[in-house]
C-alpha cells in the first residue's frame, strides 16, 4: 500500500512541476508580446513625432517666405536650434522606450527562470518526502 502512496506522491510532484514550468513560460511569452507590442507603439510615437516635427518646420518655412524673410540668417539658426533640439529629444524617448522594451524582456526571462525554480523545488521536495516514507516504512517493517 505504501508504493501506491508513494507513486500518488511522485506523480503529484511530477504534475506540479510541469505546471509550474509551463506557468514561467507562458508568462514569459507574454512579456515578450508586450515587449514588441511596446516596441511596434514607441515607432509609431516616434512616427507621429516626426510628422508634427516636419508640419512644424514647413509652417516656419511657409510664415517666413510670406513675410518676406530669407531662409538664411537669424531666423535660419533658430529653427536649426530648434530642430537639433527636438533630436535630441527624440533621442531621450527613443532610449526610454527601449530601456522599457528591455525591461519586459528580463521580466520574461525571469518569470521563465522563475518556473524552472519552483519545478525544481517541487522535485527535491518530493524527493525528501519519499525518501522520508521510504526509511519510515522500512524501519516499521525491520522493527
Not at 504534475?15 to 516596441?39: M, N, T, W
Not at 529629444?89 to 527601449?98: C, V, Y
Not at 525591461?103 to 517541487?122: C, D, F, N, P, W
Amino acid at each position: 500500500m505504501s508504493w501506491v502512496i508513494t507513486a500518488l506522491a511522485v506523480t503529484s510532484a511530477a504534475v506540479s512541476a510541469r505546471s509550474s514550468y509551463i506557468s514561467g513560460r507562458v508568462q514569459e511569452d507574454e512579456l515578450k508580446r508586450q515587449a514588441e507590442q511596446e516596441k511596434m507603439a514607441a515607432q509609431s510615437r516616434e512616427l507621429q513625432r516626426r510628422q508634427e516635427l516636419n508640419r512644424a518646420l514647413a509652417a516656419n518655412m511657409v510664415g517666413m517666405g510670406q513675410s518676406g524673410l530669407a531662409g538664411e540668417g537669424t531666423p535660419a539658426s533658430i529653427a536649426l536650434a530648434s530642430a537639433k533640439q527636438v533630436g535630441i529629444s527624440e533621442g531621450a524617448i527613443s532610449l526610454t522606450d527601449k530601456l522599457r522594451q528591455a525591461q519586459l524582456r528580463r521580466q520574461g526571462a525571469m518569470a521563465a527562470q522563475t518556473g524552472k525554480l519552483q519545478a525544481a523545488s517541487t522535485l527535491l521536495q518530493t524527493g525528501t518526502q519519499v525518501a522520508g516514507q521510504v526509511q519510515q516504512s522500512q524501519s516499521i517493517g525491520g522493527a
